[in-house]
T-cell receptor, first 113, second 111 residues
């Protein structure tokens, strides 16, 4: 059974601070995705990474895929209250677009003004 | 582009009753998924359809849960009879490629 461990589980910070959340597994991913979920809504895709060592930036968010494709991190610079939400990583092991995703439990981020 | 539509948004039922959820995926997306998200956890896959065929239903509790996707478009997920532990948000997603697009979900409370 593939497992995705996310840490920390909860994070409460002040506006303007930087933070990093982690996603780890003992299995190798064919691709990994990060989602953000707000209360009462479904997860919204932020990024997909497929190549070991890959780094992608989305405004103040930086996503990194580990060289061995077993781990990933999400770094947010100068966090804002609008960044508050549940951040989920999800990995695919079957490969390609046909593989279903396994989700981690998420990191619940609260950014206080 | 219209998103994934789900209904109802909320449902409260008593244990042992039955309930059904409906999903309309993004037009043209061949793959449709139903996920269960219990409070405080990430979504867990229940069933995956490719067009109107089942690709993976290994985690679907088949003694009480059923799902169908007639004509390869809309899908329904049914629970009969419901148990207290079925209280969760039921998310539908569709995909064409790597990224999934999720609906807003149906929040089920079993009392």
């Amino acid at each position: 059974t593939q497992l995705l461990e996310q840490s920390p589980q909860f994070l409460s910070i002040q506006e303007g601070e930087n933070l990093t959340v982690y996603c780890n597994s003992s299995s190798v991913f064919s691709s990994l995705q990060w989602y953000r979920q707000e209360p009462g809504e479904g997860p919204v895709l932020l990024v997909t990474v497929v190549t070991g060592g890959e780094v992608k930036k989305l405004k103040r968010l930086t996503f990194q895929f580990g060289d061995a494709r077993k781990d990933s991190s999400l770094h947010i610079t100068a966090a804002q209250p609008g960044d508050t939400g549940l951040y989920l990583c999800a990995g695919a092991w079957d490969g390609g677009s046909q593989g279903n995703l396994i989700f981690g439990k998420g990191t619940k981020l609260s950014v206080k003004p | 582009e219209a998103g994934v539509a789900q209904s109802p948004r909320y449902k409260i039922i008593e244990k042992r009753q039955s309930v059904a959820f409906w999903c309309n995926p993004i037009s043209g997306h061949a793959t449709l998924y139903w996920y269960q998200q219990i409070l405080g956890q990430g979504p867990k896959l229940l069933i995956q359809f490719q067009n109107n065929g089942v690709v993976d239903d290994s985690q679907l509790p088949k003694d009480r849960f059923s799902a169908e996707r007639l004509k390869g478009v809309d899908s329904t997920l049914k629970i009969q009879p419901a148990k207290l532990e079925d209280s969760a948000v039921y998310l539908c997603a569709s995909s064409e490629g790597y990224g999934y697009t999720f609906g807003s979900g149906t929040r089920l409370t079993v009392v």
